[in-house]
C-alpha cells in the first residue's frame, strides 16, 4: 500500500537537459525551483506561494517530478518537495545557481521600486 504512494522519480541517467529547460520555462515551476533551492529544507505541496490553484500547482509539481528536478515523498499527509540539487548540479553543473540567479533578477526588475518623488520637480520645471 505505502508503495502506491510513492511517486515514480526518473532516474538522473535519464534526465535530459532539454526536459529540464521545458519544466523550467514556465515561471509557476521556476517559483517552486527558486523556493527550494533557498529554503532551508524540504517544503510540502501547500507551503509553497504559488498564484495558481491547487489542481493547478500539482500538474507544475509532476512536471518538474517527471522532468527530474525535485523528489517527492510523503510525511504523514502532506506530500514534501525536495530540489534534487546535487543530482542536477552533477549532471548540469551550474544550471540551477544560474536559473534562481536569473529568476531573481527578474523578479526584481518586473517589480521596481515606487519612485519617491525626489528629482521630479527639477525635470519637470524645466
Do not use: W
Request: proline share 6%; net charge neutral.
Amino acid at each position: 500500500m505505502e508503495a502506491d504512494r510513492i511517486p515514480h522519480h526518473p532516474d538522473v541517467r535519464t534526465i535530459t537537459l532539454q526536459r529540464v529547460l521545458d519544466a523550467i520555462v514556465d515561471p509557476v515551476r521556476r517559483s517552486i525551483v527558486t523556493q527550494l533551492y533557498g529554503a532551508s529544507g524540504d517544503i510540502a505541496c501547500g507551503g509553497f506561494d504559488l498564484p495558481v490553484s491547487k489542481s493547478t500547482a500539482t500538474h507544475h509539481f509532476r512536471t518538474l517530478r517527471e522532468a527530474g528536478l525535485i523528489r517527492q515523498y510523503y510525511a504523514g499527509t502532506s506530500r514534501m518537495n525536495a530540489l534534487r540539487r546535487d543530482e542536477i548540479d552533477e549532471v548540469f553543473p551550474g544550471l540551477l545557481a544560474a536559473v534562481v540567479t536569473a529568476d531573481r533578477g527578474s523578479r526584481e526588475t518586473a517589480n521596481p521600486p515606487e519612485p519617491t518623488g525626489q528629482g521630479l520637480s527639477a525635470a519637470g520645471s524645466g
